[in-house]
């Protein structure tokens, strides 16, 4: 469940395991704030000689405008097409500003979330636009007669982030009168899925909701009891979004205590493919010991309540393939890892002693692989990985560490781990042999921010841009042999992988516009990412969405928004497919 913009307290939800150093989302380690390999962030010019390193380092630093300008897009590529004027800005952050199920639901098309300046003064119209049939070259009409731009609500209540999970679009609207953006949202909550007419109602008077990314189920915080800013307790709502007709969410039974500040006293989340809903409370006897409990979403409709199994857990997480739930158990100075069966509990297996973190890799059914940091008879930590999750002995240790990190992460593919040690230095180390290589060794500048390339065909870094202040380039280099290193941008904005096939990024970051250029690179990352990439329009601002098309397998489309001096070629704007 995201964290909104402006909400506080009860909105501290997880739906998994997030401790430390290895950070969860979407099961990538995020490295320097950054989640890294996904949105990483925030007139034709000729091409450019790709910079070459000298002394280990990469070339001095010079003027945005005197390279790395990039090329010019490639013959028979158009370019982007301006959808909707000015007054159009994209909702949510990166991806979650469109829908994104995998497969996608209803006749496969992708949407996109928007907002509109209301008629009434100070109003936010919320607004839905069907991306497909924009890249199949329909012209959008928003007027409130087109089936394929569809006005949800007047009176979105904009302070919050109203973001699709999945292809689910959650959004505030109906705010009660005066309330301020510094003040907590109480009120109506909806959702709204492709193939609806108009959103449905989750609950009327929630302070949060959240959905699935696989499945169109939801989860409520409603009715708090007492103060708004530091409730005593609230109802949980949970159920399925089987169509626009359907009344509010059902409750669980009985209402669920909040800590005296406000914050949750239990973990909760679906499972991935959202057929179970899980939840941990405290144990009366040990408070610092949880009880977890599940039950079918569909049950959930019915009263039923949820049923023990497992007990004395910690913070925990759901395997990707939904099979088994992963758990700390025992003093945090000492704790243990263990799994159990999911949703039925059972089988518990140690899996490791004396854990300070975990990270299942990866995103998929597939991915069953598990990233440990252990503390060592010798002190500092091992890190290990966990092919085998039944066969715990197998783990293999793939470096140790004295002292804090500043990130690492595991390649997609698990052929390579990345890791940042606290003085910025990075070194990449090939999983078969351990064969490791040093990154950036002084006098380079500073790595963070890894990335990969899926099939770990490229590992990219950021470092500081020298007499620039805060700015930071782009670099990439094999993970093999950690050279050569190859900067791609300059005054880095973001960077998103899409998979083995490029990357998407903005550079020439303006911090004072708030913009960058948006470019692409194909891999295998080489002379065009060299030259500064492709670009694709300037003054661009986040979020970028990059839409997978179902209706065109394998297409790649990126809607942003770009900010034009007198604001007449201002507006939304709609490129690809991406030619890689």
Excluded at 155 to 170: S, V
Excluded at 199 to 205: K, N
Excluded at 302 to 331: C, E, H, M, Y
Excluded at 525 to 539: C, E, I, K, M
């Amino acid at each position: 469940m995201a964290r909104r913009a402006g909400a506080r307290g009860t909105t501290r939800l997880i739906a998994g395991t997030c401790l430390g150093l290895l950070a969860c989302s979407g099961g990538r380690a995020l490295v320097g704030g950054v989640e890294a390999g996904r949105d990483a962030g925030h007139g034709d010019a000729a091409a450019v000689d790709a910079p070459a390193p000298s002394d280990g380092g990469a070339p001095e630093a010079a003027p945005v405008e005197d390279e790395l300008l990039g090329l010019s897009l490639p013959t028979g590529v158009a370019p982007p097409r301006r959808l909707l004027d000015g007054t159009a800005t994209l909702t949510g952050a990166g991806r979650t500003a469109c829908s994104h199920a995998e497969p996608a639901s209803g006749d496969g098309h992708r949407w996109c979330a928007f907002r509109l300046p209301g008629a009434a003064a100070g109003s936010t119209e919320l607004w839905v636009m069907d991306v497909s049939a924009a890249a199949g070259g329909a012209a959008l009409t928003c007027n409130g007669q087109d089936p394929a731009c569809v006005r949800l609500t007047k009176t979105l209540w904009a302070p919050y982030g109203n973001d699709f999970e999945g292809d689910t679009l959650i959004f505030y609207a109906d705010a009660p009168e005066g309330l301020t953006p510094s003040q907590p949202f109480v009120g109506p909550v909806y959702a709204w899925r492709p193939g609806w007419l108009a959103p449905r109602t989750l609950a009327s008077q929630a302070t949060v909701c959240g959905g699935n990314v696989a499945a169109p189920v939801a989860v409520c915080l409603d009715a708090p009891r007492g103060d708004p800013s530091n409730p005593q307790d609230v109802v949980l709502r949970v159920g399925f979004l089987a169509d626009v007709a359907g009344p509010p969410l059902a409750a669980l039974p009985g209402r669920w205590p909040l800590r005296g500040d406000g914050t949750v006293a239990w973990q909760l989340g679906f499972a991935p493919d959202g057929q179970t809903f899980a939840i941990s409370v405290p144990e009366a006897a040990t408070p610092l010991s949880q009880s977890l409990f599940a039950i079918s979403v569909r049950d959930v409709s019915k009263g039923l309540s949820p049923t023990k199994i497992v007990s004395d857990v910690q913070p925990w997480t759901i395997a990707n393939d939904g099979k088994k739930v992963f758990f700390f158990r025992g003093p945090k100075a000492s704790a243990s890892l263990l799994s159990a069966d999911f949703p039925t509990g059972g089988h518990e297996l140690v899996l490791a002693t004396n854990v300070v973190d975990f990270l299942p890799i990866g995103r998929g059914v597939a991915d069953t692989a598990l990233l440990l940091r252990v503390k060592s008879n010798a002190g500092g930590h091992a890190f290990q990985l966990l092919r085998d999750r039944e066969h715990p002995a197998t783990a293999l240790t793939v470096f140790q560490n004295q002292g804090a990190l500043e990130g690492i992460l595991v390649s997609p593919d698990l052929r390579y781990t990345a890791w940042v040690d606290p003085s910025f230095r990075a070194r990449s180390i090939r999983v078969s042999d351990l064969a490791t290589c040093a990154l950036n060794p002084a006098p380079a500048p500073e790595a963070s921010e890894l990335s990969f390339l899926d099939d770990a065909g490229a590992l990219l870094w950021s470092e500081p841009r020298p007499g620039f202040g805060g700015a930071r380039d782009g670099l990439f280099a094999s993970p093999d042999s950690c050279a050569p290193r190859t900067r791609y941008a300059r005054s880095l904005g973001f960077l998103s992988i899409v998979g083995s096939r490029g990357i998407v990024f903005g550079d020439a970051r303006d911090d004072n516009a708030r913009t960058v250029t948006l470019k692409i690179a194909p891999a295998p990352l080489g002379d065009v990412a060299a030259a500064g990439g492709f670009r694709v329009h300037a003054n661009v601002t986040a979020p970028v969405t990059l839409v997978n098309d179902a209706t065109a397998p394998g297409s790649l489309h990126v809607i942003f928004r770009a900010e034009v001096a007198g604001a007449k070629d201002s507006g939304l704007y709609l490129f690809g497919p991406i030619p890689f």
